[in-house]
């Protein structure tokens, strides 16, 4: 993870520096999704400290866990922390045990915070557009149509023919921009466009107004996966950081990109949907649902 700053201004605040862990940032900023960085209320704090304790907590329960093992290592669990631990006593780990336990960490944050709210987003969408819908079913039942019986299961060569679905994906990711940030910190004096950002600053970049910008994304705020056709997606690709960019580019990004399109199989294929209730949202930073968002899930006719 990155070294943690404090910042002059909110001593309680950790600033995050170029190589940190982005899911301790959520885990502050979501704590925060309704003040602004620097305009903390006392309430912002409190919940920032209790999601601190939150993480102490979870970090706690990995180090149980991996205690436990470590007094009967010749049972295996077929999981992640069987390779933490067995890279741990391998005598030649480069990361030490903090490290590792907070990366499981992340890994579980990500998977239950971040796939999921762009999932929510996603149904939205897809429910406003039935065409969508329509495009995405076409393109799943031709997969279903062609699969060999004897191969009850989906196949990676199926997956390389969800062309569409990958459009789809992509929008969900545009629209959605489930990483409110991404940090950087200057380690010297950087010009950008006539300003000088000094030594030490930390810049944080909004995927949200890179992707809202109308110079880049025609009519930006419509769901509109066919945008990402073949012929546009190589220019539009290098404004497309739902996944931050760079050497610290998410480590999960292609595992889910690969959940959400074995979502959308299986809804398309197997179900329809209607609205329930809610599902007002607003943007910030990234899109949120403040009352959540509910639906029902029907069988397919
Ligand atoms: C929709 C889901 C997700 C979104 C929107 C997302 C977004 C991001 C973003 C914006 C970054 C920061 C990149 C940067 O600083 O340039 C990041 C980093 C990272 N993500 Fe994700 N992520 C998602 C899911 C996941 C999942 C499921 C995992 C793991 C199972 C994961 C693991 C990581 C890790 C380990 C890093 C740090 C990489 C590094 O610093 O070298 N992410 N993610």
């Known amino acids: 993870m990155g070294r943690l700053a404090q910042r002059p201004d909110h ?28 305009k903390l209320s006392k309430d912002d704090d409190k919940q920032y400290i209790a999601d601190m304790m939150g993480r102490k907590h ?3 329960i990995l180090k149980d866990l991996l205690k436990q093992r470590t007094t009967a290592p010749q049972k295996k669990y077929g999981d992640f922390l069987d390779v933490v631990l067995d890279e741990l006593q391998s005598g030649r780990a480069l990361l030490d045990e903090n490290f590792l336990v ?18 929510t987003a996603g149904m939205k969408f897809l429910t406003d557009s039935p065409n969508v819908v329509e495009a995405l079913s076409e393109e799943h039942d031709t997969i279903l149509k062609n699969r060999d019986e004897t191969q009850p299961t989906i196949t990676w060569e199926e997956f390389k023919t969800m062309k569409f679905t990958d459009q789809v994906i992509n929008e969900i990711l545009r629209l959605s921009s489930n990483g409110p940030g991404i940090i950087r910190q200057a380690l010297k004096d950087v010009q950008y466009n006539g300003y000088t950002i000094p030594a030490g600053w930390v810049v944080m970049i909004s995927p949200m107004s890179v992707h809202l910008n109308p110079d880049i994304f025609e009519d930006p705020l419509t769901f509109n996966p066919w945008r990402w056709q073949e012929e546009n997606a190589n220019s539009l690709m290098k404004h497309f950081m739902p996944f931050g960019d760079g050497k610290r580019h998410c480590m999960g990004a292609n595992f889910t990109k690969f959940q959400i399109a074995m979502f959308l199989h299986t809804l398309v294929t197997k179900y329809r949907w209607k609205e329930i209730k809610r599902g007002e949202t607003f943007r910030i ?8 968002y509910h639906i029902k899930l029907l069988p397919r006719s």
């Open 285 to 292: 930073a990234d899109l949120a649902f403040p009352q959540d």
């Open 58 to 60: 979870v970090q706690k």
């Open 11 to 38: 001593p309680a605040l950790p600033i995050l520096t170029s190589n940190t862990c982005p899911t301790i940032l959520w885990q502050s900023l979501h704590a925060k999704k309704h003040s602004q960085l620097s």
């Open 102 to 119: 907070d990366t499981v960490a992340g890994f579980i944050f990500a998977g239950v915070a971040l796939t999921p709210t762009t999932l």
